[in-house]
């Protein structure tokens, strides 16, 4: 399972980038907290950008790309911490 994301575009800034690739990626929207900014890994020089979506909606179907697969699962908060904490066993 891996979170929605995805590169900015030129002029783009970081909220715009999530709201876009949120409805891209899954057909919804949200309201954003912004929770930390850090690098991809030790090699790149590439800047993430991390946020809490909440009060989620959705508005649309996806709009993949050719080549994704994106399969949505919804669960609750909780659900979500106690998938993290299996996941780490």
């Not at 030790?42 to 993949?64: I, M, P, W």
Request: with cysteine; hydrophobic share 30%; net charge negative.
């Amino acid at each position: 399972m891996e979170l929605p994301g995805g590169a900015k575009n030129e002029g783009e800034s970081p909220e715009d980038t999530i709201r876009r690739e949120l409805l891209e990626k899954t057909g919804y929207t949200a309201e954003f907290y912004f929770v930390t900014r850090c690098l991809e890994c030790g090699y790149s020089n590439t800047d993430r950008h991390c946020f809490v979506a909440t009060h989620c909606k959705k508005v649309s179907e996806q709009q993949l790309d050719e080549n994704e697969y994106v399969e949505v699962i919804t669960m609750t908060l909780d659900d979500f911490r106690k998938h993290l904490r299996t996941a780490l066993d």
